[in-house]
């Protein structure tokens, strides 16, 4: 009776690994079945329409259309085991990590050994490991995957290879794992092997996406690289400056890694190499003032957190906090200021040597300030800006004034002086917009009027939702691009009438190009 408005599929009732007996609640695409202590609830429509959408995504991706139903399991926490198993049949555990700060299921912060996990508890889990490895007789080095919910543990999945995590466990047991997995090629045996842990190691791994547009992937060619390197640091990569970070693959550009003595130790050591980390994607972006932002969180530090917890931390995140309580965004706004003038001065130079043939007086650019208009999230902004010598800047907005010394030390960065506050600067200017990241935390303003909706990334225009003449408000939803295999709604920066629509589905888009202007 359950499937009888569903077409015929195969369907078993599989409860997974199950290392206890807990609760009897099941159920499928969060909450489409669920059974609470014998009452069944079920949405036939919705159900119905679950099982045609899985078999048939099942069929066409493996032929086999065979459905399970599983527990499912709520902030639960994700503890994955090394494991490496030689052709003699010796398998053990090199050790385990949380990996339980995921946003969309896509791992951010990972680190080992797990935090706040009983010795007990973890002895038993990774005993697990081992008896699924020995049990399919299984060799090499690999991940068995777990949910834990209290004392209880599910098993998700075995990863048969290295996974992007696995140096947080090289560092903390001082095995190389790439070694291990050839010599176990080789048919050496590991029955030897003794597992020694020292310290705790936090990896955060560095991307190129803009937390600030729903994190939009953000690729782009790498201008500046410059990673701090010192006891304790582990950076792996595959780039360096003149690199290019492909918009058609993973997003991933950097596995920063820190290893201390406890986990306070290892954590602060994170910080200081993010924050002093330079990295600038020309016409891109990077998450490293959301893993700072992670990092200092009350929760993080506090310890264990679960599989939830940062998307639940997304939805109340605001894109860009208030310049008015936040220092950062207030010299953001003078950098963006400054950097706006400097451009406006280059440019007027560039025109007045361009033509030499007609050099005269009047054609000399005037040694005054400048009006700069810069927006913000739909915010504008008009300041006057004046140079007063050596690398000294005043800038006036809204009847205050700011007195600056702002000194380039290079492409792509400066060093900000305001008062007793020393600022790092990294900055990427186009034609179109400006991204500055002060201390690692980054703001993003545009040159041109706050009413044209861009696109963020190279995309292609799967809907758009709105047309000339239409009223919106600020945050309304305008369409939907498809990049990297994932839909991306855009939405309105600003209220107004729409004026302008420049595409149609189906469209290709640059980073850039302009969408709609309202």
């Known amino acids: 009776s359950l499937l009888s408005s569903t077409p015929p599929v195969s369907i078993t009732l599989y409860t997974g690994w199950k290392c206890s007996n807990s609760s009897k609640a099941v159920s499928i695409n969060a909450g489409i079945i669920s059974f609470r202590e014998g009452y069944l609830a079920i949405k036939l429509k919705a159900i119905a329409e679950a099982f045609r959408s899985a078999a048939s995504e099942a069929k066409g991706a493996f032929g086999d259309d065979r459905l399970f139903i599983e527990k499912k399991i709520e902030n639960g926490r994700h503890i994955e085991v090394q494991i490496a198993a030689d052709l003699h049949r010796n398998v053990i555990a090199v050790g385990s990590r949380d990996c339980s700060v995921q946003r969309r299921h896509q791992k951010v912060l990972e680190e080992a050994p797990p935090p706040d996990l009983p010795a007990k508890l973890r002895q038993k889990i990774e005993r697990a490991a081992v008896q699924i490895a020995t049990h399919v007789s299984y060799s090499g080095v690999g991940t068995v995957e777990f949910l834990l919910a209290g004392d209880d543990f599910y098993f998700l999945e075995v990863n048969p290879r290295l996974q992007v995590e696995h140096g947080i466990t090289e560092e903390i047991t001082g095995i190389d794992l790439v070694q291990l997995q050839i010599k176990i090629a080789r048919g050496e045996s590991i029955k030897s092997l003794v597992i020694v842990e020292r310290g705790v190691a936090i990896e955060a791994r560095l991307c190129a996406e803009d937390p600030n547009q729903d994190f939009l992937p953000s690729p782009g060619k790498i201008v500046l690289f410059e990673p701090p390197m010192g006891p304790g640091v582990r950076i792996d990569s595959g780039v360096v400056a003149g690199s290019t970070v492909s918009p058609d693959f993973d997003s991933l550009v950097i596995k920063v890694i820190a290893v201390g003595r406890d986990r306070d130790d290892a954590r602060a050591r994170l910080v200081c190499v993010l924050q002093d980390m330079e990295l600038v994607i020309e016409g891109g972006a990077t998450n490293r003032g959301y893993l700072l932002e992670l990092l200092d969180s009350q929760a993080f530090r506090a310890g264990a957190v679960d599989t939830g917890w940062l998307d639940r931390r997304g939805r109340e995140r605001h894109a860009t906090p208030d310049a008015d309580e936040d220092p950062l965004a207030q010299d953001s706004l003078v950098v963006a200021a400054i950097l706006a003038y400097q451009r406006r001065r280059a440019a ?72 007793d506050r020393v600022r790092r600067i990294l900055y990427d200017a186009s034609d179109l917009r400006l991204r500055i990241e002060i201390d690692g935390h980054p703001y993003r303003y545009d040159w041109q009027t706050a009413g044209q909706v861009l696109a963020g990334t190279p995309a292609m225009v799967v809907a758009v939702h709105v047309t000339e003449g239409d009223l919106v408000k600020a945050g309304d939803a305008l369409g939907l691009v498809e990049a990297m295999k994932m839909e991306i709604g855009f939405r309105a920066p600003v209220s107004g009438v729409i004026t302008e629509v420049r595409v149609r589905p189906g469209q290709q888009v640059r980073a850039g190009d302009v969408l709609l202007v309202i």
């Not at 030499?356 to 810069?374: C, M, N, Y």
Request: overall charge positive.
């Open 348 to 419: 007027a130079r560039l025109n007045f040597y361009s033509d030499v043939s007609r050099i005269a007086p009047d054609r000399i650019p005037a040694s005054r300030g400048q009006q700069i208009d810069v927006s913000c999230d739909g915010e504008s902004y008009r300041a006057m800006v004046y140079a007063i010598g050596a690398w000294r800047y005043r800038v006036h907005l809204d009847g205050r004034v700011v007195g600056a010394l702002m000194r380039e030390e290079g492409a792509n960065r400066a060093r900000l002086e305001i008062d």
